[in-house]
């Protein structure tokens, strides 16, 4: 009867358990507000293509690049670092920046799919991003 009894709670606690919702799209949406109250600047409207690290996640994840094009990656988390790591595509990882740190990427890569991974957080937050760079 116990076990019954502690099956049936396990059932009703399997519900309540469910997926986590995604929420990037809001994160992202507080990462654009932090980068204008910073900056002055819509992140989307500067002259190199910039992607936010903020909570976690890339903004925007997957970006499209040219070969050798400028691509930087700004924190603007307060507390936490990030960093960008081509390692699929055999590079270092980048240092790990706090608030405001900048790092440029190199994109001299062959054209196609490149995963960035933030080291700290790629296997723990699945902070994973792409880079797809066009022929
Ligand atoms: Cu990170």
Known sequence: MRLFLVLLMLGAAAPAAAQPKDDTAERC?????????LYGRDHRA????TVLMYKYRFCPADVTIKAGE?????????RTSHSVWLKA????????????GVIEVDTRLPAGE?????GPHWETDKMVGKITVEK
């Open 29 to 37: 949406a507080e990462a654009a507000a932090r980068y204008q109250e």
């Open 46 to 49: 500067e002259g190199v293509k």
């Open 70 to 78: 400028r691509l930087r990656y700004v924190n603007v988390d307060k």
């Open 89 to 100: 595509a055999g590079q270092a990882e980048s240092e790990r920046v706090f608030h405001e």
């Open 114 to 118: 490149h995963e960035v991974l933030c």
